[in-house]
């Protein structure tokens, strides 16, 4: 009784291990439980920037909200200082619970809910307030270990985290997320934190704890382990119950590239879909009035050699492959992954024609950004065919630097047609888009193309399929000198929805809403964002 009370009021803690030696198990503890929290705030941006898009805002919301949660949790962890040991023992098994059931319930609130935002910041406030009150209780548990001065206490503890942090911030790139994915990642992190910390106090300082408090730390870890372990074992069904309620029930490919998650869905071409990262990038019933309005006008001129940047699917390929006098087609896209399918899906590959074995047609696989920089140019078209500007990761390939590069691969005479998402509901980032290729020397010609409600099939992705229709899609052409005259070229390939009327029509309705004044967005000041 006397040495437990000498412990609690802060003197030698009695030990089963020499004060050097547990110096040292406190130290590793510091070290994995930073690792871990790193994960978990890691594993929060990543997911958020997946689910809802816009990296840079998802960051920025979950490292400001966990920040002040940490200071808020140092200053809550003060009260707990009397009792260090069992409620670090406790702090570590909730964060372990927490932190790693966080990526699930994230992920099934988009699914079934179809809004993750709100558990996005409950999750960044209480993973920050368990992670800063760690700190304050290590403290007190290293200097009942061994009493060295404040000053390298400090030294030693944050050094411990620091390091702990570079370890967990390597790890989730290149190990945890590639090997484990997000949701059995956060887990096994979750898994590891319980079991360190649990270990750290039920070893190291269980002459510390009473008889009631030992035996509640044992339990609360043996629960909280159990329950990340059944989890752990459940994950592919609860994947799979959750891609059947994004996507409905037809899921035939489900694939996590090494740059985003590839769903197929659709049995046969007539009614393929295909999601990247969650949103729909193309629909079989209405692909086409897309991709004829996107690649046909920059077919009016010389088109010996085109160049398609994006474009993965081969969907803009096959219309450039129906020019007989088209010699060769390069196509520069991120993600292997997509390319493969399209050549080997038997329902992708039927709707691109078969694109990919044609000769004519090379695809490479690198980012489009550092492709351009080492081109050697001289092509007569460049068709950028690349996701929505409002998405921040691709803000730089809708920079006046990135149209700049396009203009110098540009042969004389050539033309430039860019995806700029829908002008009637994001206005200022489509007449940004068309500012910044103006900014980069470009001269250009906006136009929109509508969808039909008559191209959409019933089904649960019929919402999504009308929003798209009304919102239709935003185009510009543009040549180094002058303004391209929007129409088709002569010998065009008969198309199923454009027309030289049409064509004029587009171009008049998108000039009927410019916004004028916008300024070009570039690298060092990207301007895009999802308007509201």
């Known amino acids: 009784m006397i040495d437990q009370q000498v412990s609690l009021r802060g003197g030698a803690a009695r030990l089963p291990v020499r004060p050097r030696t547990g110096r040292?198990?406190?130290?590793?503890?510091?070290?994995?439980?930073?690792?871990?929290?790193?994960?978990?705030?890691?594993?929060?941006?990543a997911l958020a920037s997946y689910l809802i898009g816009d990296s840079v805002t998802q960051a920025s919301v979950v490292l400001s909200v966990m920040v002040f949660a940490m200071g808020v949790g140092s200053l809550l962890a003060k009260r707990l200082r009397s009792r260090a040991a069992v409620g670090f023992g406790l702090i570590e098994a909730a964060l372990a619970l927490v932190g790693g059931s966080s990526a699930l319930v994230l992920y099934a609130s988009f699914a079934w809910i179809g809004e993750s935002r709100y558990a996005l910041v409950g999750f960044s406030l209480t993973i920050g307030v368990l992670i800063g009150a760690?700190?304050?209780?290590?403290?007190?548990?290293?200097?009942?270990v061994d009493r060295q001065d404040a000053g390298g206490t400090v030294a030693d503890l944050f050094a411990a985290d620091y390091v702990g942090a570079l370890v967990g911030g390597?790890?989730?790139?290149?190990?945890?997320l590639p090997v484990l994915g997000q949701l059995t990642g956060a887990l096994f992190t979750g898994a590891v934190n319980a079991a360190a910390g649990g270990a750290l106090v039920l070893w190291v300082f269980r002459r510390d704890l009473t008889p009631r408090s030992r035996w509640l730390l044992i339990l609360v870890n043996v629960a909280v382990i159990a329950v990340l372990a059944t989890v752990t074992a459940l994950v592919g069904d609860f994947e799979r119950a959750a891609r059947r309620a994004v996507y409905g029930d037809g899921v035939r490919v489900a694939v996590r590239t090494g740059v985003q998650e590839v769903v197929l869905t659709g049995?046969?071409?007539?009614?393929?879909?295909?999601?990247l990262d969650g949103r729909l990038q193309v629909s079989a019933r209405d692909e086409y009035r897309y991709h004829e309005a996107l690649v046909h006008p920059a077919m009016n001129g010389p088109r010996t050699r085109v160049l398609i940047l994006g474009g993965g699917d081969g969907l803009a390929a096959r219309e450039v492959l129906r020019y007989p006098d088209v010699r060769s087609v390069t196509l520069v896209e991120l993600d292997p992954g997509v390319t493969r399918l399209a050549r080997t899906d038997r329902a992708l590959s039927a709707l691109n024609a078969h694109a990919y074995r044609d000769p004519r047609l090379t695809a490479v696989s690198a980012d489009a950004f550092n492709w351009l920089r080492a081109a050697h140019g001289g092509y007569d078209v460049v068709i950028s065919d690349l996701p929505d500007p409002g998405i921040s990761v691709g803000t730089k390939l809708y920079s006046a630097e990135f149209y700049g590069l396009v203009a110098e691969a540009?042969?004389?005479g050539g033309r430039l047609v860019v995806h700029a998402g829908p002008p009637v509901t994001r206005p200022r980032t489509y007449w940004t888009v068309e500012a910044s290729m103006r900014a980069a020397g470009l001269h250009t010609r906006p136009y929109r193309i509508s969808g039909r409600l008559s191209d959409f099939a019933a089904g649960p992705d019929r919402a999504t399929h009308r929003a798209q229709a009304e919102q239709g899609w935003?185009?510009?052409?543009?040549?180094?000198?002058?303004?391209p005259v929007l129409?088709?070229?002569p010998g065009a390939p008969k198309l199923r929805s454009l027309t030289r009327a049409s064509l004029i029509r587009a171009g008049r309705e998108a000039e009927s809403g410019r916004l004028r004044g916008l300024l070009p967005s570039t690298l060092v000041h990207p301007r895009y964002w999802e308007d509201r």
């Open 487 to 489: 129409r088709l070229a």
């Open 267 to 275: 049995a046969g071409r007539s009614s393929l879909d295909l999601y």
């Open 474 to 483: 935003g185009f510009v052409l543009a040549r180094p000198v002058r303004a």
């Open 134 to 144: 760690e700190i304050p209780l290590l403290m007190t548990l290293i200097q009942r």
């Open 410 to 412: 540009l042969a004389p």
């Open 170 to 176: 390597l790890a989730f790139p290149f190990l945890l």
């Open 24 to 45: 040292c198990l406190v130290l590793a503890a510091v070290f994995i439980c930073a690792a871990c929290g790193l994960v978990y705030e890691l594993e929060l941006v």
